[in-house]
Nanobody, 123 residues
Framework: VQLQASGGGLVQTGGSLRLSCAASGRTFSSYSMAWFRQAPGKEREFVAVVSQSGTGTYFTDSVMGRFTISRDNARNTVYLQMNSLKPEDTAVYYC?????????????????WGQGTLVTVSS
């Protein structure tokens, strides 16, 4: 599966952005989908994951209550709605796909990655 992330940009503290990740292929619904982010000089970190059906989601603590993840299997797209953004959310955001929900916080468990989209939150 090929992934194409979009929707990043520059936003002020407290603002919102919605990231999208469009997938190619007919088997999108068989993959759990996640968002990771990587800030300059830091390791890539898990942000959120959604199960194959869309009914299960999980977030890292720092974004709980501010971010939501959803998917539209008919459109082969996963979304990350980011609200109440903070400067520490500044990073390149990547979408990723894997065939199960096991060990979903680990980047090396994911087989497919999008190219990344930059989110910059100004203070």
């Amino acid at each position: 599966v090929q992934l194409q992330a979009s929707g990043g940009g520059l936003v002020q503290t407290g603002g919102s952005l919605r990231l999208s990740c469009a997938a190619s292929g007919r088997t999108f619904s068989s993959y759990s989908m996640a968002w990771f982010r990587q800030a300059p000089g830091k390791e890539r970190e898990f942000v959120a994951v959604v199960s194959q059906s869309g009914t299960g989601t999980y977030f890292t603590d720092s974004v709980m209550g501010r971010f939501t993840i959803s998917r539209d299997n008919a459109r082969n797209t996963v979304y990350l709605q980011m609200n109440s953004l903070k400067p520490e959310d500044t990073a390149v955001y990547y979408c990723a796909a894997k065939e199960s929900l096991l060990r979903f916080t680990r980047p090396n468990e994911y087989s497919y990655w999008g190219q990344g989209t930059l989110v910059t939150v100004s203070s």
